[in-house]
């Protein structure tokens, strides 16, 4: 299988899939009643995952699905959010308890379950795949945060690079998974995780980088240090070899999403003169960063901050200011 994969990937290279071009509708996906949504994630089917605020102060997981949000609820605490969801409609994220602590959460078909911890009052869940495998981080019994893979009912401590810490940010059909990793000399590295082996991805010249996510053909993206740790800027890592995405007119950018076509969204700084860092979501093509905002109709009052999540069908989400409010999004190519 991972054969067939490697050929359509070839193909798909070889078609030269540029986004630079493409234009892009703009939908608000609105709130549970607050003043506020985040999306975090969107699958094939286009149903989105992300968190909201709730006509009370809290913030709730929802899932928007056919122009309508539903609130996905808790673990019993006033607080989740939700970061991932499979092709298959499974959901995943983090939920306070009654008692306060956060664990990490796996939502189907309406029920809402605890996934436990590696032995600490902590954990949280980033991505799952279609076969229900789930990935983030939790404590450990030494109270250590460490990358954890959920299988099977069973969670699994991942390890670190030689390191105390870790946390796993992205998985694949294929249980292929990714996210960093501290090393014996205190810095951190994006990580490759298969087959009960963590790999060192390196960076782009500096001491630190993220993996974020991961498609089926193996194709990762997040974010790496350059030389001298003067920025740190979004990747592509595919074949070994880790290719540095470009910035926009500033130092930062960061890859957080990746669809089957190895298309990469994320978010990049601009310069401004408020004194503080400021991003716009951003798609890369062809090695370089394309600001988003150039993508949605003029005058449309908004401006995208993150992008988060892209499927194949190219529909993109994220979140930006709209009127002044924190909403999520949905693009959807014309």
């Known amino acids: 299988m991972r054969l067939v994969y490697s050929l359509l990937l070839t193909s798909i290279l070889a078609s030269g899939v540029s986004a630079v071009s493409q234009t892009y509708t703009i939908k608000d996906l609105g709130t549970l009643g607050g003043s506020f ?3 975090n994630a969107i699958n094939a089917s286009g149903q989105i995952v992300g968190s909201s605020g709730t006509t009370g102060t ?10 309508k949000m539903t609130n996905l609820g808790t673990l019993g605490g006033s607080t989740s959010a939700a970061y991932g969801i499979s092709n298959s409609g499974s959901v995943v994220g983090y939920s306070t308890l009654s008692s306060g602590y956060y664990r990490a959460f796996l939502w189907q078909k309406g029920t809402i379950k605890d996934l436990g911890t590696l032995g600490a009052n902590y ?11 789930v990935v983030g981080s939790s404590y450990t019994r030494a109270n250590l945060e460490h990358a ?3 299988s099977a009912g069973k969670m699994a401590d991942l390890g670190t690079l030689g390191g105390e810490y870790s946390a796993a940010h992205g998985i694949n059909r294929f249980g292929d998974v990714v996210g960093y990793a501290y090393k014996t000399n205190g810095g951190f590295h994006a990580f490759f995780y298969s087959a009960g082996t963590m790999h060192d991805l390196g960076t782009l010249g500096g001491a630190y980088s ?9 194709q990762i ?3 790496a240090y350059t030389s001298g740790n003067l920025g740190a800027h979004a990747f592509l890592y595919n074949g070994g070899k880790m290719t540095d995405l470009g910035v926009l007119n500033h130092v930062y950018s960061e890859g957080d999403a990746i669809n089957g076509f190895g298309m990469v969204v994320g978010r990049a700084s601009i310069k401004n ?3 503080y860092l400021v991003y716009h979501a951003v798609i890369y093509s062809n090695g370089r960063a ?4 150039r993508l949605i109709p003029a005058g449309s009052g908004w401006v995208l901050e993150q992008a988060t999540g892209i499927n194949d069908k190219g529909q993109i989400v994220g979140f930006g200011k709209i009127h002044s409010q924190d909403h999520g999004f949905l693009l959807t190519p014309q």
Do not use: E, K, P
């Open 273 to 275: 003169n408020t004194g």
């Open 290 to 293: 394309i600001d988003l905002n």
């Open 210 to 218: 993220t993996a974020s996510a991961i498609n089926d053909y193996g």
């Open 123 to 133: 954990a949280a869940a980033f991505a799952v795949n279609a076969s229900g495998q």
């Open 37 to 39: 949504s985040q999306a």
């Open 148 to 150: 954890f893979l959920y």
């Open 58 to 67: 809290a913030s709730r997981a929802f899932m928007w699905s056919g122009g």
């Open 221 to 223: 993206t997040g974010q």
